[in-house]
Structures are given as structure tokens and as C-alpha cells.
């Protein structure tokens, strides 16, 4: 099975930009789709972002336009660049199979100030 280990978090003023990296281990993730997924305080977790094993990439409607999902195959590494962020962003953010399918981290806190 796969596990991951997020990273790149941190608090923002409303308008910039971050970086998240998500690295896996246990398998190569080369044969899945990998997604981005965010829970903010009080509120279920949702997807945010999919990347097929063809690197085509879909978006939940409030990110369209403000974030990108890529991946490093090489590195069994995901990442999420994010920009304009807004304070509605905030949330801890986990990398997972768009499914949730595997156990997932500790994920990494995204805190945008308003």
C-alpha cells in the first residue's frame, strides 16, 4: 500500500502562493491516480485536485484557475502549487488516491490570512 508524507504548508497572506510536496512510499505510484484532498475546521474533508496516471488533471470548481497538480514519477513525489490563495483555502491539506483509498498522513496546514 501506499503512505505520504505532506509537507510545504504554512500561513499566507490572501493573494500569495504555496508549494505543497507530498512524497509516498510503500509502492511505486506510477500505475495510480493520485489526488490532493483538504479539510478546514469544522467541515468534512473534500477533494481538490486528481492527477490520472495520464497526467490529465481535474479540479474541484473553487481551485479552477488558482491550482495545479503535478507529479514526479521519479520521486514518487506529488505537489500542489497554489496561487491567489483565499482565507477559505485554509484547511490541512492530505494527499491520497482520489478514492482515499490508502491510510492517510499527517497532512500539512494551509492558513491563509485575511
Known amino acids: 500500500q501506499l503512505q505520504f508524507v505532506e509537507s510545504g504548508g504554512g500561513l499566507v497572506q490572501a493573494g500569495g502562493s504555496l508549494r505543497l510536496s507530498c512524497a509516498a512510499s510503500g509502492t511505486s505510484f506510477d500505475y495510480y491516480a493520485i489526488g490532493w484532498h483538504r479539510q478546514a475546521p469544522g467541515k468534512q474533508r473534500e477533494w481538490v485536485a486528481r492527477l490520472g496516471v495520464s497526467n490529465t488533471s481535474t479540479y474541484t470548481d473553487s481551485v479552477k484557475g488558482r491550482f495545479t497538480i503535478s507529479r514526479d514519477n521519479a520521486k514518487n513525489t506529488v505537489y500542489l502549487q497554489m496561487e491567489s490563495l483565499k482565507p477559505e483555502d485554509t484547511a490541512v491539506y492530505y494527499c491520497?488516491?482520489?478514492?482515499?483509498?490508502?491510510?492517510w498522513g499527517q497532512g500539512t496546514q494551509v492558513t491563509v490570512a485575511s
Open positions: 491520497n488516491s482520489p478514492m482515499g483509498q490508502w491510510p
